[in-house]
């Protein structure tokens, strides 16, 4: 599903981000990807979102190589991945209905067919009573899965999240890791940056660790 060969990142000014990583998630696989902060994990997920181009290196997806995508066409791609971030950034003049519902109405999907896919994506996520409220009166884990939901809309084969849990007390962190795991037992390609440590350790799946841009560990599924 994800597959990075020799990827290297370097940044104007010649920071190196990533350094000549190789990588492989299996189609269907749950990975954590861990490191001290700095340690190019979210380097590695903008190469992955398309957000940015790797300098060296080939960046594969679902069969795709990303390099060879041109700028025009990033917004398709990007429909078959779903994005989660620790800074869900909702939109809090908006119900969470219609946060939910944004990337399908960019998409052009019918209203339809969107009341259909957003109550489905909330349900999922535990959330179908609070359709109406605004995300100001939600808790922050509340927030976070309204995120979820909306990341999961559009039926992505590929869900990735930076530091998901980065903002929670331990208990919503640990109830949002399981929510990602009912989510992958259902098929989603899970790929989650996270430093917590203490909580992704017991989880068995797993970790791939980066250090001051390099792999260190965890770079190849197990057969």
């Given amino acids: 599903m994800i597959v990075l060969e020799n990827v290297s990142k370097r940044y104007p000014g010649g920071f190196e981000a990533l350094k000549q990583v190789s990588l492989h998630i299996a189609r269907g696989e749950m990975a954590f990807l861990t490191g001290h902060s700095g340690a190019g994990k979210s380097t590695l997920m903008k190469l992955i979102m398309l957000m940015e181009r790797p300098s060296q290196g080939q960046v594969i997806v679902g069969g795709q190589n990303l390099n060879r995508i041109p700028k025009r066409q990033i917004p398709y791609y990007r429909r078959h991945v779903g994005v989660v971030f620790q800074n869900h950034h909702l939109l ?9 519902a944004l990337p399908l109405a960019i998409a052009g999907v ?4 969107i009341g259909r896919r957003v109550r489905a994506a909330l349900d999922k996520v535990g959330l179908l009573n609070k359709e109406r409220l605004n995300p100001v009166a939600l808790s922050g884990g509340e927030q976070q899965r309204v995120g979820i939901a909306r990341a999961i809309v559009n039926k992505p084969p590929l869900l990735l999240a930076d530091e998901p849990t980065g903002n929670l007390d331990p208990e919503l962190a640990a109830e949002i890791m399981k929510l990602f795991e009912q989510l992958n037992q259902v098929g ?11 909580l992704i350790s017991h989880m068995r799946h797993r970790m791939i660790r980066l250090e001051q841009g390099r792999l260190l560990s965890g770079g190849h599924h197990a057969a």
Wanted: net charge negative; no cysteine.
């Fill in 92 to 100: 809090f003049d908006r119900t969470v209905f219609d946060n939910v």
């Fill in 110 to 113: 019918s209203p339809r067919d």
């Fill in 188 to 198: 989603v390609t899970m790929l989650i940056a996270s430093h917590d440590l203490a």
